[in-house]
């Protein structure tokens, strides 16, 4: 049996991420997702931002690219450019790919570019000391919103859904297994894929909202989630979320899966050029 | 009360068909001209409930309850529902009891060696001398009729041959109360059941020699942070986060191998792999120690 810790840089461990944060499980459901793909650590490029999600590439032994705030999906494109024969993969966080970096997000998007986005959304600035951010839901306390988020925040879904992403999915970091499997989808899916994955951030989020730990943010967001395409079942899927039956942010499956031209950056098919 | 009242139990458990089974018994009661009451319970036999059917009949019958140690008849649809109500027969009366064995998940001692505990298919262990007994093997009956869903019928074939009620009654209540389209198969069911002859009990299965030992669960310390996570999702309680915050493995034993701890670490300081070793069944009960 192969240990996904095989991966890992040992010499960076343990991570910087605080105790309970659950970016950590997305990481490991991750690596779980490329052993069973079987790909090869030297033509895995995994490109971040900044930011607590955007740490994680510094810890897995492929090929990584640290980039600037929000800018991942930029280099990711210009890599996958260069280098089509690469699995390019964008690890971002909600601060990140949907403020700073949602323009590049949406373009990328957009394009259908072949690259997958895992988009950790902890509903809070986390690294920068607990700011309210576009996806802090309204009414939560934040170190900015004292008296509680007066906004509406973003449902990141529907906004790559409306941008033309062309496999768009939601899931929860309490759900490890089923992380892994939509991550095999979306890694597979060609075109760009988006993955947000619902996940917690109990040093900030947590402790101003009275949430508790890690483990009793992933049993709230375990509580909460409602399928919309089955547990563990890639057969059925459905395109949109039905807004009436499925609270915003907790509606979790593969929601958009669609086939449309991936873009290459050449005319003409399949010359993706020296 | 008259004194020519007598009784009838049936016993199952959910989903077998109970109480239908006793709807045609009552009706067929009624149709041989007697008084009858019945009453049931349906409730979650699997889980500790009761699933029964009560029948009295006579002259006049006040009450549908059974009292212990006066039933005619107990029909059981699986076996260890036999064995827990057959105190309702009276000395002499009859017990009709389908070999058919349906586990409960409390049964389980060890879910390592899948381990239970459930009674062995043994008439000796109905207890009484006296009693009348016919174990069949109602399912198998059926199928080979074309429905193994006419095996009810085949137990109240059985439940009939001790009973003085003309058949035709039998019959007719029969193809009044089964679902359409299955009163020919019920009906040649129950004919059979009139004169089916006493099932072989199968032999025990013997016990396998090992079973795999606990899975083998590392954790590497210098990378735990003590979130807790781990310890609250594990649900044999392996694990627990002491007020240090080190992370103990305080019942190895006890790990099934779920991997939740594993797959819910953030910070990748545990690993679970599958057992290397097999331990004898013997081992394994005397760790699981007594039923509490």
Known sequence: MTDVRDHLREWAMPHVLCPGCAHGIVLRSFLEAVDEQEIDRNRLAMVAGIGCSSRLVGYVDFCTLHGTHGRAPAFATGLKMARPELHVVVVTGDGDGLAIGANHLIHAARRNIDITVLLLNNSIYGMTGGQAAPTTPTGAVASTTPGGNTEPNFDACKLLIGAGASFVARVLAANPIEMTRVMVEGMTHSGFSFIEVVSDCPEYYGRYNGMGGGADMLTWMAGREVGVTGPLSSKRFVNHVPSSTAPPGMATGIIQREERPVFTGVHGEGSHGP | ?292
């Open chain 2, 1 to 292: 009360m008259s004194d020519d009242s007598s009784g009838l139990l049936l016993a199952g458990v959910g989903g077998q068909g109970v109480i239908l089974a006793g709807m045609i018994v009552a009706d067929a009661l009624v149709r041989a001209g007697h008084d009858v009451k019945q009453s049931e319970v349906h409730g979650m036999a699997q889980r500790g409930g009761s699933v029964f059917s009560h029948i009295r009949w006579g002259s006049s019958v006040d009450s549908p309850l059974v009292p212990l140690g006066s039933a005619e008849v107990l029909a059981a649809f699986e076996w260890a529902e036999a064995l827990r109500w057959v105190e309702y027969v009276r000395e002499g009366g009859a017990v009709v009891a389908d070999l058919r064995t349906i586990v409960p998940p409390g049964s389980c001692t060890d879910r390592r060696s899948w381990s239970i505990r459930y009674p062995d298919i043994d008439p000796d262990l109905l207890g009484r001398r006296t009693l009348k007994t016919r174990i069949v093997d109602a399912s198998s009956t059926a199928a080979e009729l074309g429905n193994i869903r006419a095996a009810n019928s085949v137990i109240l074939g059985s439940v009939a041959a001790f009973l003085d009620i003309e058949h035709v009654h039998w019959e007719a209540a029969i193809e009044r109360l089964v679902p359409a389209g299955t009163e020919a198969v019920n009906l040649t069911s129950f004919r059979a059941g009139c004169e089916v002859v006493e099932a072989s009990i199968p032999p025990r299965p013997a016990d396998p020699d090992g079973f795999p030992g606990p899975h083998e669960i590392d954790i590497r310390h210098e990378w735990c942070k003590g979130c807790d996570i781990c310890s609250r999702v594990c649900p044999e309680y392996c694990l627990e986060v002491g007020i240090d915050g080190e992370l103990a493995l305080v019942d190895a034993e006890a790990c099934t191998g779920c991997r939740l701890c594993e797959l819910l670490c953030p910070d990748f300081a545990i690993a679970v792999s599958p057992p290397t070793e097999n331990v004898s069944r013997g081992e394994l009960v005397a760790s699981a120690g007594d039923p509490p």
